[in-house]
């Protein structure tokens, strides 16, 4: 076979189903010089705290070699689990959680992926979000499900269109096949939007009438700006009714990869079995050194720091899309409590995906909103991240993206 011939693989069905990721692949050139990017959910690198971590590192290495340095067990190291079950009950007032409650997973990404094995089977059902977390659609869409897309609204999902999906299942006889619904509960990526204490409660009272699981993905809710912290479903449902997700990727850094699973001890039995099969274990040195991080410092005190500099991004982000898109007749955005996103609608007739060239052109890089879409459908929305670029960037950016956005409207001849 000559060099220039391309081999030709009998790859699985799973293989060759699989896609690039979008964002992957829309921000390839978000890190040429002159960019701007809107596009990844990247925390600000000076929030981390390298110092501390560097001096905990050397401690964790020498003193504590024989575990850090050495393979652990799958389920994660005991010294982070106690932490994260203190954490649990300082931050969400939930008791009753036991080290056989908690799995510690390379970021919640993989939580996602091993939540799908151990649950879904080809054609089960998952109620998901329009628009939704774009990593846990893929995670899913490995099991071949069929997706239940809700509408979002302003207060999160809309419970009368969960209802209407619960009562056609059980009158098909079809309920069982329902495997959980997905929810990002607090600043939801990509909308920003937190859903309500009264949507909160209803949801999980459906799961209880029609027996099925809430999966409940918390990774931005420890960075709120402004209002009052809502109570976790798991507060409302338990444990056998939500599997609660969380992770340090956001309020440590997300170079370490500690994802967090709370679920029934049955449960977490099983995604410890399949996980084996996986990594056989998580990196023993980055369980401990967060274990001794959050031994040592305060992480709610740590973190005031970096939720006051991502309030004042949001704000610049929004003062800046009131000057530029505030006379565009329906333009509209979010304005999120907390987390890194903002939500940005463009009127009717917009694509955002077709639009994405114009922005490149401009070196301004933002994620279409089809990229969250459970089906591959057109969006007038866009996410926008407002967490990486300095404070003039977003203003910049966002002129920039005004530009893009006119050409578009030109080219296209829309009004």
């Known amino acids: 076979m000559k060099l220039s011939e391309e081999k030709v693989y009998r790859f699985s069905e799973l293989a060759n189903k699989v896609k690039a990721s979008m964002i992957r692949e829309l921000l390839k050139y978000a890190n040429l010089p002159g960019a701007i990017s809107f596009g990844g959910g990247t925390p600000d690198p000076e929030t981390f705290p390298r110092e501390e971590l560097a001096q905990l590192a050397a401690e964790v290495i020498q003193k504590e070699y024989k575990y850090t340095l050495q393979y652990a067990t799958t389920e994660g190291d005991p010294e982070l689990v106690k932490q994260i079950i203190h954490l649990i009950k300082r931050v969400y007032d939930v008791d009753g959680v036991e080290p056989e409650n908690v799995l510690i997973t390379a ?127 798991l507060k409302f449902g338990g444990t056998q009714r939500v599997i609660l997700l969380n992770t340090f990727s956001k309020i440590l850094c997300p170079g370490l990869r500690i994802g967090v699973v709370v679920a029934d001890k049955t449960i977490i039995r099983k995604l410890v079995l399949v996980k084996q099969s996986t990594d056989l274990c998580g990196p023993a040195l980055n369980m401990r050194l967060t274990a001794r991080y959050l031994e040592r410092y305060d992480i709610l005190q740590q973190i005031k720091p970096a939720i006051e500099l991502y309030r004042r991004k949001r704000d610049v982000m929004l003062d800046a899309l009131k000057e530029y898109f505030g006379d565009v007749p329906g333009a509209k955005w979010t304005k999120p409590e907390g987390g890194l996103f903002v939500w940005v609608t463009l009127p009717e007739g917009y694509d955002t995906m077709e639009m994405f060239k114009f922005a490149e052109e401009r070196k301004v890089f933002y994620i279409p909103g089809q990229a969250f879409r459970p089906f591959d459908e057109p969006s007038s929305s866009m996410r926008m991240s407002f967490c990486l670029p300095p404070f003039e960037k977003i203003v910049e950016g966002v002129r920039k993206l005004k530009e893009a956005f006119l050409a578009y409207k030109a080219y296209k001849g829309l009004r």
Not at 110 to 129: F, H, N, P, R, T
Not at 142 to 153: T, Y
Not at 177 to 188: C, P
């Open 107 to 233: 970021g919640s990404q993989q939580a996602l992926e091993l939540i799908g094995k151990v649950l879904l089977d080809k054609d089960d059902y998952v109620i998901v979000g329009d628009p939704e977390y774009l990593g846990a659609l893929g995670a899913f869409r490995m099991r071949d499900p069929r997706f239940l897309v809700v509408r979002f609204e302003d207060d999160g999902p809309d419970i009368n269109q969960v209802e209407s999906y619960l009562k056609k299942l059980d009158a098909s006889g079809q309920i069982h096949r329902l495997k959980f619904l997905y929810l990002v509960s607090n600043f939801q990526n990509p909308s920003g939007i937190t859903t309500s204490l009264e949507k909160r409660k209803a949801l999980v009272e459906l799961a209880e009438k029609y027996d099925f699981l809430i999966v409940e993905d918390d990774p931005y809710g420890a960075l709120r700006f402004e209002g009052e912290m809502l109570p976790p479903l």
